[in-house]
């Protein structure tokens, strides 16, 4: 089906683990948070392990633990178990719970309203921190056409919407998980105890069913301007090593006009701000802008 994994035999680990990475993250947000909200809720139950509690139920009984974030342009899932001697069953046993995440939620709609509060929770909680403040200042005072500009965490006050649409949020989910989330914009990596030809086994059985897509990344690399006999991606998208492996991040963004844009330019740079931090304290940040990697200066320059 596409999906790229690192298989990582280690017979005498005392923990095994596994970790997905989503190339989407709330640069993605439709409104603002989205990308988080859906993060919450692929841990509420699948069609195949309906109960909300059977993920952490079974890890817990495992010795193991489960966590996830949502960054700019990534969103990872990972969780941990402790293996029985001889034993290395309970690892398909969280593999085969962790794969429905992504073959099939329920995004159960009776479970929407206790999401939101956790993350609404998470965002009260993170504004008693001074440098949260200043980095959701930092990005408040970005250019408004790049997405570094949006809200990533969300709240209560920018998600409940969903709950007042035609659609209903469960169509919001089901949409970001369709366009995001799908194997070629997907990575895993997987260690256990077990022989690398029974890891690959035991994946196919369980991410195996993930449905195969497009073979080309969501975010891709973009060269405007290159150059020299280096084609861009429109002209060569067939042969780039984006393909078969991750695009580099921090590329180029554009407007709802197809221009570059980004983050910081000249009107937001050379600035100073200050601010009366929550806790009694003194420092000086000094940021500087660095072109993205794929900027047509910087691959000239290589």
Known sequence: NGLRALLVSSPQTDVEAAALHVQAGHFDDLRPGLAHFHEHM?????????????????????GGSSNAYTDMEDTNYYFSITPSQGDTSALFGALDRFSQF???????????????RAIDSEYRNSITSDSWRNYQLLKSASNPQHPFHKFGCGNYETLSPILEGNRGPREDLLDFSK??????????????????????????QTFGNLPCSDPLQHRRRRRRGGGGNKPSLEEDHHHMPSITEFPTEHGQYTNERGEPVRAFDSHNLGMIRETIPLLESRSIKVAFAAPPLDDPLLQESR
Do not use: H, W
């Open 179 to 204: 366009t995001y989330y799908k194997t070629n914009n997907m990575r895993l990596c997987v260690v256990g105890r077990a022989s690398l030809d029974v890891l690959q086994t035991t994946v196919e």
């Open 42 to 62: 692929l841990f509420l139950g699948t069609q195949k392990y309906p109960s909300s509690e059977e993920f952490e139920s079974y890890l817990s009984s495992n």
């Open 102 to 116: 992504f073959i099939a939620p329920l995004f159960d709609t009776s479970m929407v309203e206790k999401e939101l």
